[in-house]
């Protein structure tokens, strides 16, 4: 079988979207989804996006994607590749196409010079955990996420 990955296009949206949802779903979080098709249209493909994204097709058939952008650490004086969102359908799973996605990854992040490749995990996701951890990545059990959304990120939007 043949594992191919590239840079999604504006005409990869509904795909996007499709694996989008059934990654939330599979988070638990399904109702979180707010965006449509022309919404992941203009924050990927616009000519200002700040994220980018890929398709993983195994035999031309689509079964994954990977969303990142570029970070900045002041400590290290140097940008990091963020990844926001790594999705592999169910039935391509333990196939390597996971893992293919964080090479390509990784390569990218070292080519354009970056200090740090980091993502996020969901603390009971162990088979993901179990997954990073195989690839060398270790928590960062000393950081806690914090998160202003809807109203709370308005209100200190707003605030005087």
């Known amino acids: 079988m043949s594992l191919n990955i590239r840079p999604a296009s504006r005409?990869?949206?509904?795909?996007i979207l499709r694996f989008v949802t059934e990654l939330a779903i599979y988070e638990r979080a399904e109702?979180?989804?707010?965006?449509?098709v022309a919404g992941i249209e203009s924050s990927l493909f616009a000519e200002d996006a700040s994220a980018?994204?890929?398709?993983?097709?195994?035999?031309g058939q689509p079964i994954g994607y990977a969303v990142y952008?570029?970070?900045y650490s002041t400590w290290l004086g140097r940008n990091g590749l963020y990844l926001e969102d790594l999705y592999v359908t169910p039935e391509a799973r333990g196939t390597g196409a996971g893992k293919a996605l964080h090479q390509y990854l990784a390569r990218l992040a070292v080519s354009r010079g970056c200090g740090r490749f980091e993502w996020s995990v969901l603390d009971w996701n162990e088979p993901a955990i179990q997954f990073y951890e195989s690839l060398g990545a270790r928590p960062q059990d000393e950081w806690t996420t914090y998160r202003l959304t809807g109203?709370?990120?308005?209100?200190?939007?707003?605030q005087a």
Request: aromatic share 6%.
């Open 151 to 158: 109203e709370a990120l308005q209100a200190l939007a707003e």
């Open 52 to 59: 980018s994204a890929l398709i993983c097709e195994r035999d």
């Open 69 to 71: 952008f570029f970070n």
């Open 11 to 15: 005409d990869d949206a509904a795909l």
């Open 31 to 36: 109702q979180e989804v707010k965006t449509d």
